[in-house]
């Protein structure tokens, strides 16, 4: 038994029924509403979090359901406490030694720190004036850390 064809303008409408025409490299075909079929070819949006500055004291707090990109000036030998971080949470903190600087920063618990293992201890610059920035990812269980300094 031969094989049938459909025709090309009945596949030509049932793609422009199923795919929008259009679109350019790098787009997404994106729900536009909650009609059947209602698609369009969209960019995905970059969303960019401001960089936010954490309050200095004994024990600094970052709560991370308030920013995941901080900042915060050492006033002296402090303690960082992470709350609220949930599997797959992540974390960008840059750390500023001020004029005086030899401050440290410990963390309120035991972390995974590149070349460290677990410890509390985070491996910041200490001259004055200089900067540190400690990337973190936490995976429910565990925080695993890494620090650059400058």
């Known amino acids: 038994m031969p094989e049938s064809k459909l025709p090309n303008r009945l ?3 049932i793609l422009a029924r199923l795919i929008p025409s259009g679109g350019t490299t790098g787009q997404v075909l994106i729900k536009s509403s909650n009609t059947d079929y209602d698609e369009a070819w969209g960019n995905v949006p970059i969303t960019k979090e401001a960089q936010t500055t954490l309050t200095d ?3 600094i707090t970052w ?10 000036t050492l006033g002296g ?8 971080a949930v599997d797959g949470d992540y974390g960008t903190l840059e750390v500023i030694q001020d004029a005086t600087g030899n401050r440290t920063l410990t ?12 410890t509390t201890t985070c491996p910041i610059r200490r001259t004055a004036n200089t900067r540190s920035v400690v990337f973190w990812w936490y995976n429910g269980s ?3 850390v890494n620090v650059s300094t400058f």
Request: proline share 0%; net charge positive; hydrophobic share 45%.
């Open 11 to 13: 596949i030509s409408a």
């Open 57 to 59: 004291g004994a024990t």
């Open 63 to 72: 709560d991370v359901t308030a920013g995941r990109i901080r900042r915060v």
């Open 77 to 84: 030998n402090r303690t960082l406490s992470i709350t609220n």
């Open 107 to 118: 963390f309120s618990v035991s972390m995974y720190v590149a070349g460290l293992g677990l």
């Open 142 to 144: 565990n925080f695993y």
